[in-house]
T-cell receptor, first 112, second 111 residues
Framework: DAKTTQPNSMESNEEEPVHLPCNHS???????IHWYRQLPSQGPEYVIH???SNVNNRMASLAIAEDRKSSTLILHRATLRDAAVYYC?????????????FGKGITLSVRP | EAGVAQSPRYKIIEKRQSVAFWCNPI?????LYWYQQILGQGPKLLIQ????????DSQLPKDRFSAERLKGVDSTLKIQPAKLEDSAVYLC?????????FGPGTRLTVL
């Protein structure tokens, strides 16, 4: 399975943008890039996914490098509720469903 | 839209006992997943169902773990007998397409 590399942790200030990096140098042409986050004592929550082009949704933006070997999750204005573990995952797609292999993720702390 | 339901939320058992977890996925989701999350680690996929058939159970310890999904809806995951290292949160997820929706999990403590 293609793997991702993320820093262990990152700190940010409330109401400021946050850029969470992810390296995936062995990504294959059909791998989707997914981001999930997990708040304390909860199950993971889908954030965003993309294949080649940058993606935006109500939660975040996903910027994908042109060679697809790295990507960045952008939270435009961090809130205290965004403090969580963020997982960058390359999915193996089989038909309409994907197999997710979680790593340790990056722990985001948000300072008031 | 109702989310993925799991029960119980917490379970404490002694080693060598048996335990079962239940999951009710989001209505209409054909794919159901069971994950194990040990403290400090990311979730690990144990088994994936497509309707009531198994797609992937390569990481399921089949000597003690079993899972079924009757009629392609609800699912149960069983551990028999439990070991100390099975202490973890067991997460159920379901999907219609690429996005997986997770339940709150069952926290299992094996003493």
């Amino acid at each position: 399975d293609a793997k991702t590399t993320q820093p262990n942790s990152m700190e940010s200030n409330e109401e400021e943008p946050v850029h969470l990096p992810c390296n995936h140098s062995t990504i294959s042409g059909t791998d989707y890039i997914h981001w999930y986050r997990q708040l304390p004592s909860q199950g993971p929550e889908y954030v965003i996914h993309g294949l080649t082009s940058n993606v935006n949704n109500r939660m975040a933006s996903l910027a994908i490098a042109e060679d697809r070997k790295s990507s960045t999750l952008i939270l435009h204005r961090a809130t205290l509720r965004d403090a969580a573990v963020y997982y960058c995952i390359l999915s193996i797609t089989t038909g309409a469903n994907s197999k997710l292999t979680f790593g340790k993720g990056i722990t985001l702390s948000v300072r008031p | 839209e109702a989310g993925v339901a799991q029960s119980p939320r917490y379970k404490i058992i002694e080693k060598r006992q048996s335990v079962a977890f239940w999951c009710n996925p989001i209505s209409g989701h054909a794919t159901l997943y069971w994950y194990q999350q040990i403290l400090g680690q990311g979730p690990k996929l144990l088994i994936q169902f497509q309707n009531n058939g198994v797609v992937d159970d390569s990481q399921l310890p089949k000597d003690r773990f079993s899972a079924e999904r009757l009629k392609g809806v609800d699912s149960t995951l069983k551990i028999q007998p439990a070991k100390l290292e099975d202490s973890a949160v067991y997460l159920c997820a379901s999907s219609y397409y690429l996005e997986q929706f997770f339940g709150p999990g069952t926290r299992l403590t094996v003493l």
